[in-house]
């Protein structure tokens, strides 16, 4: 069964720390891997993407990176901002050749940013 | 360029009813896609449209659930007969190009479906 699994599950950091989320994934074969920020009441956004050749790919301050080895990601977040308070969703597209395009999505890490 | 719409932001029925859930894609998209997150769980896919047609409806949960996408332009979910367990926020999503690194999904912002 394709699993997304996400740590931590919540997050409370001061404003202008860094902090990494993790995303462990089973799902294969894989296409793709996304980050997602879901701020409170709106629908997800994508961070970045990177498919199973590429180790890291950065947006700004936030830094992902990808281990498909060992189905491991990710995402690292600079200097915080309180604008970063968000739930952060990993999502993964399973290969599929039958043009099924089912995106498997983590529960999500809730990250608080605190001045 | 205007987001992916949706109609209503919330609503609250009571077991038995029917609702009807309204998403209008980004203009040009062909790809539409259904999604549903369930309070505590992850964000499940329901369905995926191409233009009118149904492409994969593997997440629907059961037939009291319809998505039609008329015209291939917006597309309603409907909800005959409402259960509890149906409680929960609708996604929806369009692309360009579905699948692989061209295809990046935009979200709306939910409709919080609260079944009494």
């Known amino acids: 069964k394709n699993q997304v699994e996400q740590s931590p599950q919540s997050l409370i950091i001061l404003e202008g720390k860094n902090c990494t989320l993790q995303?462990?994934?089973?799902?294969?074969?894989?296409?793709?891997l996304r980050w997602y920020k879901q701020d409170t009441g709106r629908g997800p956004v994508s961070l970045t993407i990177m498919t199973f050749s590429e180790n890291t790919k950065s947006n700004g301050r936030y830094t992902a990176t990808l281990d498909a080895d060992t189905k491991q990601s990710s995402l690292h977040i600079t200097a915080s901002q309180l604008s970063d308070s968000a739930s952060y969703i990993c999502?993964?597209?399973?290969?599929?050749?039958?043009?099924?395009?089912?995106?498997?999505f983590g529960k999500g890490t809730k990250l608080s940013v605190i001045p | 360029e205007a987001g992916v719409t949706q109609f209503p932001s919330h609503s609250v029925i009571e077991k038995g009813q029917t609702v009807t859930l309204r998403c209008d894609p980004i203009?040009?998209?062909?790809?539409l896609y259904w999604y549903r997150r369930v309070m505590g769980k992850e964000i499940k896919f329901l369905l995926h449209f191409v233009k009118e047609s149904k492409q994969d409806e593997s997440g629907m949960p059961n037939n009291r659930f319809l998505a039609e996408r008329t015209g291939g332009t917006y597309s309603t979910l409907k909800v005959q007969p409402a259960e509890l367990e149906d409680s929960g926020v609708y996604f929806c999503?369009?692309?360009?190009?579905?699948?692989?690194?061209?295809?990046?999904?935009?979200f709306g912002p939910g409709t919080r479906l609260t079944v009494l």
């Open positions: 995303c462990n994934y089973t799902v294969s074969p894989f296409s793709n």
């Open positions: 999503a369009s692309s360009q190009v579905p699948g692989g690194l061209g295809d990046t999904q935009y």
């Open positions: 999502v993964v597209t399973p290969y599929s050749g039958a043009g099924s395009y089912q995106l498997t």
């Open positions: 203009s040009g998209h062909d790809n």
